[in-house]
């Protein structure tokens, strides 16, 4: 029986759960814009999410992500009548599936490129959906849906919560969020978490071991654009607005750095990535009026001057460069009582395949799991 590991590393596991009683605790200790802030935080953290599924865990860039995160919010925006309150559990129902379909129809042929072809042709389908809204007037044109009354989420005359309560928004976004959190965490645990993780590495190899890899691309493309769903559903709850800026490639672009800042392929990564984007665009914009120059209306170019320097002093995110900290203070296989220290942070037994004495810790890849699995089958 392998030795138990240290209790730092059990600690991390209760991290998630510090952090989701924090965020319960926080609309009572704070005001609107704060708790409104934190909400917006926690929707680009699903947002993020999402992408980090395709982009970090099953390698496909995808720079048109954005589209199923606006096809969520057009979701809510239309089905609201004109004067009354949709119904809250079939309008998210509805956007899931909208979104999930969406990227179900367009992964069929998007997943069959690869490389810079995929990024392009993801992006040319988001600019086809960005523009549909925005030169026709299904949906409002440029100028969007305002949605004035928030929709009821009443079960047989019982209202669990009031939508047009702003903490209540609040804690409907924290449970989507925490729901997600637990879902991404299970599936990549699983064996198609195992798989797609294959694929990233190496898929042809993955293809020679009998997966068939293109409808895992195709239904890890579909999760990912349904989740994405769920996140333009609560930001149009949140704001009452949506307008054709939802489906744009800008936003695409910022949840993509976003998932880079914190780092790809982990689950908290892009939201840590997500809540630091969003601090540091607020805290930007307010910066003061130097010699003249207004620095906060030029925030823009200061955030642009900090993802360069990200991007070159932090390869492998704000997680990762926590990994590293963490590493150099003495977290190694002699000091982990027969445990290896994976680049996620999490720690495997020194007999777990590919994680022998001696072994480089790049060494513990998915690939390595999945063939132990396949070895095992037969």
């Known amino acids: 029986m392998s030795p138990r590991p240290p209790n730092r590393h059990r600690l991390a596991h209760w991290i998630p759960v510090l952090v989701v009683i924090g965020l319960t605790l926080l609309p009572w200790i704070t005001d609107k814009f704060y708790v ?10 699903i947002f ?11 390698g496909l860039v995808s720079f048109g992500h954005a589209a199923f995160y606006g096809i969520g919010a057009y979701a809510l925006a239309l089905m609201t009548p004109a004067y009354q309150a949709a119904n809250f559990w079939l309008s998210l129902a509805a956007a899931i599936g909208l979104s999930g379909l969406a990227a179900l129809i367009i992964g ?34 440029t100028d969007g849906i305002f949605i004035d009354i928030r929709p ?13 309560n702003f903490v209540h928004v609040y804690f409907v976004a924290l449970a989507c969020f925490a729901l997600v959190y637990v879902l991404l965490r299970v599936l990549l645990r699983s064996p198609f978490g195992h798989v797609i993780s294959g694929i990233r590495v190496n898929e042809p190899r993955m293809r020679s071991l009998g997966y068939r890899t293109f409808g ?17 559903y609560l930001s149009a709850l949140q704001f009452g607005v949506v307008n054709p800026e939802f489906l744009g490639w800008h936003l695409s672009a910022a ?30 914009q307010d910066l003061p009026t130097v010699a003249g120059v207004d620095l906060g209306k030029h925030w823009q170019l200061w955030m642009g001057s900090f993802i360069v320097l990200a991007s070159l002093w932090l390869p492998n995110g704000l997680l990762g460069l926590l990994s590293t900290w963490r590493a150099a203070f003495g977290a190694r296989t002699s000091q982990t009582g ?19 004495t001696g072994a480089s810790i790049a060494s513990v890849t998915p690939l390595a799991s999945v063939e132990a699995r396949q070895a095992g089958n037969e």
């Open 36 to 45: 409104q802030f934190v909400a917006k935080m926690m929707i680009m953290g």
């Open 152 to 164: 009821d989420a009443s079960l047989s005359g019982w209202v669990p919560f009031d939508l047009e």
């Open 48 to 58: 993020a999410m999402s992408l980090d599924l395709l982009l970090g865990h099953a």
């Open 108 to 141: 069929f042929f998007v997943v069959r490129t690869h490389g810079i072809y995929f990024i392009m042709v993801t992006l040319a389908f988001a600019q086809m959906l960005f523009f549909v809204f925005h030169d026709t007037r299904i949906a409002g044109g």
């Open 338 to 356: 027969g445990q290896v220290l994976r680049p996620d942070g999490s720690t495997v037994p020194a007999d777990y395949p590919g994680a022998s």
């Open 255 to 284: 949840v993509m750095m976003m998932v880079i800042l914190g780092g790809m392929g982990t689950v908290a990564g892009p939201i840590l990535g997500a809540s630091v984007w969003m601090v540091l665009e607020l805290g930007l």
């Open 216 to 232: 895992y691309k195709l239904v890890c493309f579909s999760i990912g654009g349904a989740i994405a769903g769920i996140a333009g």
